[in-house]
Every structure is written in structure tokens, then in C-alpha cells.
DNA sequence: AAGAAGATTCCG
DNA sequence: GGAATCTTCTTT
């Protein structure tokens, strides 16, 4: 089990109450769970400019043998940590001049991961515009390239550790109702599987409509 | 060595 | 609808 984390100013006190990181045994299990248990919990980065944190509200699901997955052609230098022990970051470079950035689930060896799509914004709203450049809230996450801006992180946070500070997911209080599932954006392989989740209620996903798939 | 595609975003 | 922009991987 993962401490508590230490607090480091009244503000960041009065965001997490006494919330917990997330085990590292949280991420061990199938990646389909991870990604809809990751729904409701909360991303957090205290970066030397400023503490950010959203509440997560769309993930994706690549799986190993999944065409659209970066580990499905074996391992390779840039999706090493995919094959890693779960719980780290695997922060990747795309289209020229965006990142992703993905947790890794199960054990060792096994090539999976779950994209963080959209969040809502929670904490450190003000630095998350500047960053971004955008006013508006429903533009600052929502969308994995701009979360990824938003939250300050960068490719050095591939491998990060997901359990302790600066970068970590914590507990977000409650068990949210009301998952969509969905296929995924973007691709092209695979596209016809429902490996998408998102929460039905929130503002703040990147995109609503798209090919909805059985379960509501 | 060269080429094509890419888990996106923003602008026109 | 299409450009921006460059790394990574695959194919010659």
C-alpha cells in the first residue's frame, strides 16, 4: 500500500484532504479494469512552477495483439516501458510536435497500457491556462496532447514512478456511475473494438460523439 | 538511406 | 478540410 503524500502548502491541503496515492497493485490487474476503474480519480503533477491536478474522465485501453497498441510488433526503444512492472508513466511523442501520455498496467513483460484522454480540471487551473494558452476550462484538458500540456508534463516523465510525487494518481473519493463505452479515436487498426470509457455526466471529454458501443 | 504513418490539435 | 512537424519503425 502507497502512504499518504506529504502536503506542501494550505492550498494543495484544501484540494486533497486526505485522498491516497493509488497502490501499485491497483495497476496490476487487466488493463479493460484499470481503465474504467481509472474514471474519477484524480492526476496530480507538483512541478516547480505550481501544483495541477484533473479528474480523470476518459481512458483508453491498448492491449497486447491489439493491432493499434505501440507494443503489438514486440518490444522496441521507444515503447520499452510498456513491457515494464505496471504503475509508470510511458509519456510518447507524436505527429511532430505533441505527447500522450499513457500508465502502464500488469506485470512485467506484458506490453499494455491505458491512455488518459480528458480530465477535469481540479487544482492549479490558473497555471493549466498559462500553460496552454487557452481561457477556456473545457479546452485546457480535454484531449490527450493538451492534458498532457496542461498538467507540465514532458517526455523526462517517461518511466516516472505513478506512486510517489511529483507525479502520481490518487483517490478520487467516490466510485462514479455512469460509464460510456466506445471505440477509440483516432486509429486505424482495431478501431472497431470497444476499448474506450468515459463518464457519461462530464463536460470535459474530448469528444461525445463517436461510434458508441452496446452498454450505456 | 529513404519513406510512410502516426493513440492530435488548431486554424482557415 | 488540411496543414503543422518530426520521431519511430519498416522497407529498400
Redesign the pocket.
Known amino acids: 500500500m502507497a502512504g499518504e503524500f506529504s502536503l506542501k502548502s494550505n492550498s494543495e491541503l484544501s484540494f486533497y484532504g486526505n485522498k491516497k496515492i493509488l497502490p501499485r497493485s491497483f495497476y496490476r490487474r487487466d488493463t479493460v479494469t484499470v481503465a474504467r476503474e481509472l474514471l474519477g480519480h484524480y492526476l496530480v503533477h507538483q512541478s516547480p512552477d505550481g501544483l495541477t491536478a484533473g479528474r480523470i474522465v476518459e481512458t483508453?485501453a491498448?492491449l497486447q495483439g491489439d493491432p493499434?497498441?505501440?507494443?503489438s510488433?514486440?518490444?522496441?526503444?521507444?515503447?520499452?516501458v510498456?513491457f515494464g512492472p505496471q504503475g509508470y508513466a510511458?509519456v510518447?511523442?507524436?505527429?511532430?510536435?505533441?505527447y500522450?501520455?499513457?500508465v502502464v498496467t500488469r506485470d512485467e513483460g506484458v506490453g499494455e497500457?491505458?491512455?488518459i484522454?480528458?480530465l477535469e480540471p481540479a487544482a492549479g487551473i490558473a497555471l493549466m491556462k498559462s500553460r496552454?494558452?487557452?481561457e477556456k476550462i473545457n479546452?485546457l484538458c480535454?484531449?490527450?496532447?493538451?492534458?498532457?500540456?496542461a498538467m507540465g508534463i514532458t517526455?523526462e516523465h517517461n518511466g516516472a514512478d505513478l506512486t510517489r510525487e511529483p507525479l502520481f494518481i490518487c483517490h478520487g473519493g467516490t466510485m462514479p456511475a455512469g460509464i460510456v463505452t466506445t471505440t477509440?479515436?483516432?486509429?486505424?487498426?482495431g478501431s472497431e473494438l470497444p476499448l474506450r470509457f468515459y463518464l457519461r455526466e462530464s463536460a470535459f471529454v474530448?469528444?461525445k460523439e463517436h461510434k458508441s458501443h452496446g452498454k450505456k
Open positions: 483508453e491498448y493499434a497498441c505501440h507494443a510488433r514486440g518490444m522496441t526503444p521507444r515503447n520499452r510498456m510511458y510518447y511523442f507524436i505527429y511532430g510536435m505533441y500522450c501520455f499513457n497500457a491505458v491512455l484522454r480528458a496552454r494558452r487557452r479546452e480535454s484531449g490527450p496532447a493538451r492534458l498532457v500540456q517526455r477509440r479515436i483516432g486509429i486505424r487498426a474530448s469528444k
